[in-house]
């Protein structure tokens, strides 16, 4: 085995290590055998539905960013987009801070194989940030107040993390705003960090050698903004392409449900909301970087708990939770490595070039 492959494959005991936290906890609150018992009784057809409904999302997730990159006057083949988003997908499964990791590789990866600004493409991809968290925001408030209509008694604890999330998501959702808009403040808290990262770092770090490249970087950046501003109508198609995206990976969860011939009491849609709210949670939760892989372990634990409080039984939420991140987890990694080898960019996580990436 050569290096590359060797530099690659030290990242995944991260993900073998949130395997066995959730393991554990399957161990010692659920019933193993009722929950291998609803999975047996899988409909293959319908799960096939939402392994499509995956490939559909990233697909469209795609399509939205490449329409993005055109008011930009960036010409990028729908195909290595498409192949970008994909290692975006795996540089999140295995680097320890996915609100920024996959982003960054999909940064790098477009302005050096491609030649692109790197200021254009931070300005299409900060927007599909802020898109994305308005939608998964309004998503949360809307589910969540449609339960309460519908007279839906929610759990208090369940309440409380609603609330949290909602005003954290909407906290999130202001500061991306008002720093697209607060060029100076962008600036400082930019130079900032440098700081830190040096004084951290004591000296190791000589980002400071990097002001010009990112002045320059930062004044394409606010150009590129201001051409979405002025070319609103251009706007639509990614938007719609996102919205979409987001459907269908809702629509991932819901049809695991129906693979395992779950009927909700409420009916459909009391589990239409219910799914809406855990996985907008479960988004919310996976986009903070708390220095863990963030990707196993952690979500798997959260969902299964948050559909119990939501009066889903244990063996069903447990079975639900594991075939859905055996979609959303395992073939996106089988698929992001295979896009990893096409590109030949093995060595972008472990080694230095993802450390230049990020300086």
Known sequence: MNGKHTSLLKTVPLLAVGLLLFLLY??????IPEMVGVMQQVNVAIYSLAALALLSETTLFALAWQYLLIPLSVKVPVKKTFLYVWVGVFTDLLIPAESVSGDIAKAYLMSKEL?????KVAASLVSLRILGTFTATAT??????ALLMLDYSISGVMIQILVAVTVM????????????????WTKRLIYALMDFAEWISRGHFRLRRFKTRI??????FYESLRIFGSKPFKLILPIVFYILAWVFSVAIVFLVFAAIGYSDPGGPLVLLLKTLVVYTLLVA????????????GIPEIFMTMSFILFGIPQEISAAATVLTRILT?????????AAVQWLGVTNL????????AKD
């Open 169 to 184: 998501s909407a906290l999130a959702f202001l500061l991306l705003v008002i720093f697209c808009f607060k060029e100076g």
């Open 115 to 119: 030649d692109v600004n790197p200021g």
């Open 26 to 31: 399957l161990l010692l609150f659920v019933d």
């Open 285 to 296: 939760i996976k986009s903070i970087p708390i220095g863990v892989p963030a990707e196993v």
């Open 215 to 220: 002045i320059d970087g930062l004044k394409v």
């Open 329 to 337: 987890v395992w073939l996106r990694f089988l698929i992001g490595f």
């Open 140 to 145: 949360l408030f809307v589910s969540f107040f």
């Open 349 to 356: 996580i472990g080694r230095g070039d993802f450390v230049k």
